[in-house]
């Protein structure tokens, strides 16, 4: 018999936007007693107006996405012009943030427009996953950025 995975081991990435505020005080709450480890949960969660037990009940269900990917692949699929220099910016931008780019994948472009998959390798001297990804979507002449997997 196949045992099915409970929804609780189920992972999701979700945009900022989409997430109830309560999950947004938790990582808040996080955020400050790493940069100040003297800080109580208590005061942190004081400060941003959440109670302790909320902060205990979702403190393990929630992280900002990058703590979580480095060592892993990311795989995202992005939809683009086509148009002359676009993918030497989405390169560069990886290579600022010093990922490996392990796949890379376009489809022929219809009506002037294009598919590409691409696979990621987040190194442990990688930067900031979000802000990387937060940069190949502000390159002009793409129009979305979907996160597929994570290995």
Do not use: W
Not at 123 to 135: G, K
């Amino acid at each position: 018999m196949k045992k099915e995975k409970s929804d609780g081991d189920t992972y999701y990435v979700v945009k900022k936007r989409a997430l109830p505020e309560v999950l947004l005080k938790v990582v808040e709450v996080k955020r400050l007693l790493e940069s100040d480890p003297a800080k109580t949960v208590q005061k942190a969660a004081e400060q941003v107006d959440l109670s302790r037990s909320s902060f205990y009940k979702y403190k393990d269900d929630i992280f900002v996405f990058h703590e979580n990917v480095r060592g892993k692949t990311i795989t995202f699929l992005l939809v683009m012009d086509d148009v002359p220099g676009i993918l030497a910016d989405l390169l560069r931008i990886v290579a600022q943030y010093h990922a490996n780019i392990l796949t890379i994948h376009q489809t022929i472009p219809i009506n002037g427009v294009a598919t590409l998959t691409m696979s990621v390798d987040i190194l442990a001297d990688s930067t900031d996953v979000s802000h990387m990804l937060d940069a190949i979507e502000a390159v002009e002449g793409i129009h979305e950025l979907k996160i597929l997997g994570r290995e």
